[in-house]
């Protein structure tokens, strides 16, 4: 069951943003979590969330009518909602346990809203702003830009200012990074990344180290270019006492970004790290 699950998330990783199922890929990420999780099920409950919106929807309605009612239907009647009580809390990064539990964080409740508008025929785009998960479709005025994890409200300029604020602090300088930029359409790829990061910061903060190496090689499964999370298991590996992992992952870091910031830390690890596995034959 494993290896076939592992062969299915093999295989979506390698296709392309188009054909890509966001859904499926972000239950199948699950799946090494919840190893009997029925991946079909949820993307049926996805499919019969969409149809309850419909049936709801007056004939020829607009874009506007079927964002109304989609708010309506998932965040009132539904109930799904951000999670203020525990947003650390490692479940709010699996879709399962968003449909289950009704609740999750910007990017979980983002996917959701993203994957039940697509079955309606809503052209959502997912967008990776700083701090918070947004979602975003274009109209002949201009893009409009909603927040999932706040039962969908719209964004206006001045709460996205805001928003950069408290991640940035009070001197965040949008002439610097200017709106436009942030509001850029994410790619499925960097939506589920950005997922798994999320996880991996959970895990770690709760010193579940083992889950987060995990989830590191699954995000270089879907994205292999990414030198910091070679790195971060390096680290991971280090902590955990593995250090010929450890000195393997300094080592393909530094040969990917030989002039990092911190390439003179990863030196002294792996000057260290030569000196232990030296000690172990």
């Not at 709106?179 to 709760?206: P, S």
């Amino acid at each position: 069951m494993e290896s076939r699950m592992h062969e299915r998330l093999v295989k979506l990783a390698k296709t392309s943003e188009q054909e890509m199922n966001l859904a499926e890929a972000a239950l199948l990420i699950a799946m090494d979590e919840y190893p009997g999780l029925d991946v079909d099920a949820y993307l049926r409950q996805l499919d019969e969330l969409a149809t309850s919106v419909q049936q709801r929807l007056p004939a020829q309605a607009g874009l506007e009518d079927t964002l109304v009612t989609l708010n309506q239907f998932l965040f009132v009647e539904q109930g799904f909602s951000g999670d203020t009580d525990d947003y650390d809390d490692p479940r709010n990064s699996f879709l399962n346990e968003v449909l289950d539990r009704k609740r999750g964080i910007p990017i979980t409740l983002s996917i959701l809203y993203m994957e039940v508008g697509r079955r309606l025929g809503l052209p959502l785009k997912g967008v990776s702003f700083p701090g918070h998960f947004l979602v975003k479709f274009s109209t002949r005025e201009g893009e409009v830009v909603l927040d999932p994890f706040s039962g969908g409200s719209l964004m206006s300029k001045e709460d996205l200012v805001e928003m950069l604020e408290e991640t940035y602090g009070t001197a965040a300088d949008t002439a610097s990074a200017p709106l436009e930029r942030l509001l850029t359409a994410a790619g499925k790829k960097e939506i589920l990344v950005r997922m798994l990061r999320n996880l991996k910061g959970a895990y770690l903060r709760r010193e579940r180290y083992e889950k987060a190496l995990t989830v590191i090689d699954q995000i270089l499964l879907i994205q292999p270019d990414q030198p910091d999370e070679i790195r971060d298991r390096g680290r991971i590996y280090e902590h955990l006492e593995c250090f010929r992992a450890a000195l393997e992952d300094y080592q393909s870091y530094l040969t990917l970004r030989p002039s990092a910031g911190d390439a003179p830390d990863a030196h002294r690890r792996i000057a260290e790290l030569k000196q232990i596995v030296a000690n172990l034959n």
